[in-house]
């Protein structure tokens, strides 16, 4: 609870993926991949009541032996490649009942999350009266030096800028959602239905912990990190 008012944590995790089968049960560094997630929202001091959505038996019994509630079982038309994320929020609200001021969306394919970021991101949401905050990192590669392709393969600019830009100091800063942190205001979602708006604000994370795992590439590079932070 922050300010008096109730926050709900939601983990997503379906059991089909395709990049790295069977992803969000796979051991990390010693861990279950959703390990990682639900013990550091355990940690939060804000979130009164986190629990975990998915389609997947085995995810499930994984989830409550790391003791994350898993109140009921996702339907399998919401557990497809194409289902929006925001879905999987709205069926866990209705699937639970009750009032919850906040809700904090939290991806188990950021393992370098940490519960600092979670509750500076819910603490940083209310202090500056925002109905959303979405965590963000520094681009690593800049769209203003990006091109698309014509059909004789020439380069076309992606971006536009109006203006010759001929080294990495003159390019603007741009950020990229990380996946990491998602926190709204219960009844701005259920508005709007949706987390990024012209309303959204930033909440900047350093490239180290803004790693979001899709690739086996991923998966090998976060396990490094973490193996890293333990041997220090």
């Not at 109730?6 to 279950?32: D, Q």
């Not at 012209?198 to 900047?204: F, P, R």
């Not at 979001?212 to 333990?230: G, V």
């Amino acid at each position: 609870m922050i300010n008096g008012r109730k926050v709900l944590g939601i983990i997503p995790a379906r059991g089909g993926s395709k990049g790295i089968p069977r992803k969000n049960i796979r051991m990390l560094a010693g861990k279950p991949l959703i390990a990682w997630t639900i013990e550091e929202a355990h940690k939060s001091q804000y979130i009164d009541r986190l629990i975990l959505s998915t389609e997947d038996m085995e995810i499930k019994e994984v989830a409550e032996e790391w003791g994350c509630e898993v109140p009921f079982v996702r339907p399998l038309e919401l557990a497809q490649d194409d289902t929006p994320g925001i879905d999987t929020v709205f069926h866990a609200l209705n699937a639970i009942g009750g009032e919850y001021d906040y809700i904090v969306l939290l991806q188990p394919t950021s393992p370098l999350r940490t519960v600092d970021d979670i509750d500076d991101c819910i603490r940083y949401c209310c202090q500056e009266s925002a109905p959303v905050c979405v965590s963000v990192t520094l681009a690593g590669h800049n769209p203003y030096w990006m091109h698309k392709l014509n059909q004789r393969q020439r380069l076309i600019p992606l971006m536009i800028s109006g203006s010759s830009i001929d080294c990495r100091q003159s390019l603007p800063l741009v950020y990229a959602e990380n996946g990491a942190l998602y926190v709204a205001q219960t009844d701005y979602l259920l508005r709007n239905k949706c987390f990024i708006s012209k309303e959204t604000l930033a909440y900047i994370m350093p490239a180290d912990s803004s790693w979001d795992i899709d690739t086996e590439m991923d998966f090998l590079y976060c396990e490094l990190l973490i193996n890293h932070k333990l041997s220090t």
